[in-house]
């Protein structure tokens, strides 16, 4: 539309077109002819002929009851037949890159004026990158994906793999040396976690939660105990081929039987020869669907081992429905009799828990990341539509029980924020084996407290949006799968309350024996 020229034509002229089968209007100073599309109109025809619409400038009444996308969409685009003028356009969506000047819409890093003890220029010429590749090649793969419950598609895999995408949600390490990291915006050797967060919550605000996962959740999760653990052999057969999206990766440790609590774990693995034969179910499994490989918890004779475990005979995955759209391929994993050569042992035998603990750091505070960025989109929504839904006569704003919503929602974020940039400044200081011992408690705490923000939050917004945050389509859209998944952070990954008892028990474990009041 930009490149088209555009007739130019009085509000009085556009006025006299208020009729059935000739029928104009204004939108934030655009000219629509309406005149075929009002029977075709989902909200229908005769809202359309009502006094203050027909022939009027029907910004506000427009803006009450649409997303800006509407009119972004091409059969709609072509309704516009000219402009009014002497006036501009003043509502347009955001170029890819761009940042919302929505206040609170963006981290205080990134807001035009603060300043920040963490982030450098070279995160923020990151983030720019980040942003600009998620809203070009993810965004619309988020809309259909979400719609059709289908996996993401191979081409949207290639573009990550090509950006290295996957390889950077792993974090910083040996597995980004000679990699070219968003078109080289940044040096394998510079990336932090810093860096990794921004590709998380760039992810997060262009993705429904489903899709978030769909984007190949399970490789972030099941990949790192074989970098960590695997043989030479093991790594070269698996890692390259899965960081280039060409195999799929799943963690798959929780079952019916056991969650939160590893130790309870049924799925068993009996040595025969140099074969483990494994045995049992997994359920949640993320990415289970399409995975090639499944980085397996088991239990051995002499305790609990992790397998890398083929797709193969006696691998069977089954969907499970969900809460969710099935784009996150989550499922119920069968292993019957399954053989797996010994060499695919990840770490010890009977040393399982180490690597399963040690990775669930990262895995919880990825998740944390995410969710910080969703819970931050919630607000951005809550601000632009309090601000522009007109009840009695004013802004949703002029009421103050609105506000107060605002203002918690504002400071849960906030708050959220301030202490996950905290806990990522310490990963970026500490060892792998560091991290373990002296960040599990804390990012336990922290991702119960994001996760129970995220629902308090869900249910201001769910109160403010009111009905619309009841749909899945139209102005509520993001509310209503916001409202609907935000639980998931409060149980994948580690259960909001077994956390929370986490980072507690950790803290008495380092209790000084003279603590006294
Ligand atoms: C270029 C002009 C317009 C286009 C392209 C358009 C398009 C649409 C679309 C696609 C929907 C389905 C819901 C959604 O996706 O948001 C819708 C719903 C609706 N539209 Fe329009 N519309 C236009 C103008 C108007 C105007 C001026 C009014 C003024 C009264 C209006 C009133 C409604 C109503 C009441 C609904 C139902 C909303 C709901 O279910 O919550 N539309 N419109």
């Not at 790192?224 to 990766?249: C, F, H, M, S, W």
Request: aromatic share 8%; proline share 4%.
């Amino acid at each position: 539309m930009a490149n088209r020229i555009m007739k130019e034509f009085s509000i009085e002229e556009v006025a006299k077109h208020n009729t059935e089968g000739d029928l104009w209007i204004i939108i934030d100073s655009k000219v629509y002819d309406l005149s075929k599309f009002a029977n075709l109109h989902p909200g229908g025809a005769n809202v359309l002929f009502a006094d203050s619409v027909a022939g009027k400038d029907a910004t506000q009444v427009f803006f009450g009851l649409h997303r800006q996308e509407v009119l972004f969409k091409p059969q709609y685009t072509r309704l516009q037949i000219g402009k009014i003028q002497g006036q501009e356009e003043t509502i347009r969506p955001l170029a890819p890159g761009e940042l919302s000047q929505v206040p609170y819409a963006e981290p205080t890093w990134l807001s035009k004026g603060y300043y920040s003890p963490y982030y450098t220029e070279g995160h923020r010429k990151f983030q720019v990158a980040a942003r600009r590749f998620f809203m070009e090649v993810i965004q619309p793969e988020s809309v259909k994906c979400e719609e059709s419950g289908k996996r993401i598609s191979q081409e949207v895999v290639d573009q990550m793999s090509e950006a290295n995408i996957m390889a950077m949600r792993l974090g910083p390490g040996k597995h980004l040396k000679g990699r070219t990291l968003l078109g080289g915006v940044v040096k394998p050797e510079e990336f932090d976690y810093f860096h990794e967060g921004i590709i998380h919550a760039e992810l997060s605000r262009v993705s429904s939660r489903a899709v978030v996962d769909g984007l190949l959740a399970g490789l972030v999760i099941g990949v790192p105990p074989i970098l960590n653990y695997g043989t030479p052999e093991v790594i070269a057969k698996v890692v390259p081929d899965a960081l280039a999206g060409k195999k799929y990766v799943a963690l798959a440790i929780s079952e019916a039987f056991a969650g939160s609590d590893v130790g309870g774990l049924q799925t068993t693995a009996v040595r025969d020869g140099d074969y483990w034969v494994v045995t049992g179910t997994k359920k949640w499994i993320t990415n289970g669907t399409f995975a090639d490989y499944f980085t397996t918890g088991c239990k051995t004779e002499t305790g609990f081992t992790v397998l890398l475990i083929e797709r193969g005979p006696g691998v069977t995955t089954k969907q499970i429905k969900t809460g969710y759209s099935s784009v996150a391929g989550t499922a119920y994993v069968i292993f019957d009799k399954v053989r797996v050569p010994v060499s695919h042992t990840l770490g010890k035998v009977g040393n399982g828990m180490q690597v399963i603990l040690s990775n669930f750091n990262h895995e919880r505070w990825m998740v944390v990341a995410t969710s910080i960025s969703a819970q931050r989109l919630v607000v951005e929504e809550c601000l632009k539509w309090s601000n522009q839904r007109m009840v009695f006569g004013k802004p949703l704003t002029a009421q103050a029980v609105i506000r107060a919503k605002l203002a918690a929602m504002i400071s849960r974020v906030e708050a959220c924020q301030n202490w996950y940039e905290s806990v990522t400044y310490q990963m970026n200081q500490m060892s792998y084996n560091e991290m373990s011992s002296k960040l599990a408690g804390p990012i336990g705490l922290l991702k119960q407290f994001v996760s129970r923000t995220a629902r308090e939050t869900a249910e201001d917004a769910t109160q403010v949006f009111g009905g619309r945050a009841l749909t899945t389509t139209g102005m509520g859209k993001l509310i209503e799968n916001y409202h609907r998944t935000s639980g998931f952070d409060a149980i994948l990954a580690g259960a909001e309350d077994v956390l929370g008892d986490l980072g507690v028990r950790q803290a008495l474990k380092k209790m000084p024996r003279g603590a006294r009041l």
